[in-house]
């Protein structure tokens, strides 16, 4: 609810300018409206334009690193990474075209589905992006040091494509993170 009870939020009197006292029973049935303030890296906010688009970016690294690759069809944790950085990217580019709305239509994204979906969007995501990314990670870690194979397949690629994955996760958590205290917080 948008409305401010004064037992809740106590409202100190207004003087009034004229040099009378000002009158508390003008105010009394005048409802307020009270709204959390656009923390950035909430939606719809500058902060939160740039985390989309670090995420957007960071995503895109690590999926167009790894399916530049001739073998990483072979590994199923590289086929799950592909994915998830697929996924994590078509949802980062939506909501960054959704912040740039808002900011240059100066509208306030706090509705509660919208928000809800934000969060439930942004838990799956960076679930999947952590997962895929520790999974390339232990595979990574068996083919070069473990088996010694790295003559043989694109370490290096691999390696970076993880690494890109992981700074995408770092970067998706405070989006989720935010998000959520905003939903909780209602």
Same mark, same amino acid.
């Given at each position: 609810?948008?409305?401010?009870?004064?037992?809740?939020?106590?409202?100190?009197?207004?003087?009034?300018?004229?040099?009378?006292?000002?009158?508390?029973?003008?105010?009394?049935?005048?409802?307020?409206?009270?709204?959390?303030?656009?923390?950035?890296?909430?939606?719809?906010?500058?902060?939160?334009?740039?985390?989309?688009?670090?995420?957007?970016?960071?995503?895109?690294?690590?999926?167009?690193?790894?399916?530049?690759?001739?073998?990483?069809? $072979?590994?199923?944790? /590289?086929?799950?990474?592909? %994915?998830? *950085? @697929?996924?994590?990217? !078509?949802?980062?580019?939506? =909501?960054?075209?959704?912040?740039?709305?808002?900011?240059?239509?100066?509208?306030?994204?706090?509705?509660?589905?919208?928000?809800?979906?934000?969060?439930?969007?942004?838990?799956?995501? $960076?679930?999947?992006? /952590?997962?895929?990314?520790? %999974?390339? *990670? @232990?595979?990574?870690? !068996?083919?070069?040091?473990? =088996?010694?194979?790295?003559?043989?397949?694109?370490?290096?690629?691999?390696?970076?494509?993880?690494?890109?994955?992981?700074?995408?996760?770092?970067?998706?958590?405070?989006?989720?993170?935010?998000?959520?205290?905003?939903?909780?917080?209602?």
């Amino acid at each position: 609810m948008n409305v401010s009870h004064a037992s809740v939020h106590p409202v100190e009197e207004v003087p009034n300018t004229e040099g009378g006292v000002a009158v508390a029973e003008q105010n009394v049935n005048v409802p307020m409206v009270v709204r959390m303030k656009d923390i950035q890296g909430m939606p719809g906010t500058v902060g939160g334009l740039a985390l989309r688009v670090s995420q957007f970016v960071f995503g895109a690294a690590a999926l167009s690193i790894m399916a530049s690759t001739s073998d990483f069809p $072979s590994v199923t944790a /590289f086929c799950f990474l592909v %994915a998830a *950085a @697929g996924l994590q990217t !078509l949802w980062s580019i939506s =909501l960054a075209i959704t912040d740039i709305y808002a900011i240059l239509v100066r509208r306030s994204l706090q509705n509660y589905q919208l928000v809800t979906s934000f969060t439930i969007g942004d838990g799956v995501t $960076s679930t999947l992006m /952590f997962a895929a990314a520790c %999974a390339s *990670a @232990g595979i990574t870690v !068996l083919i070069d040091n473990d =088996l010694g194979n790295c003559s043989q397949n694109h370490c290096v690629q691999f390696e970076t494509a993880t690494g890109m994955a992981f700074i995408c996760w770092f970067t998706t958590v405070p989006s989720f993170l935010l998000n959520f205290w905003s939903l909780a917080s209602r």
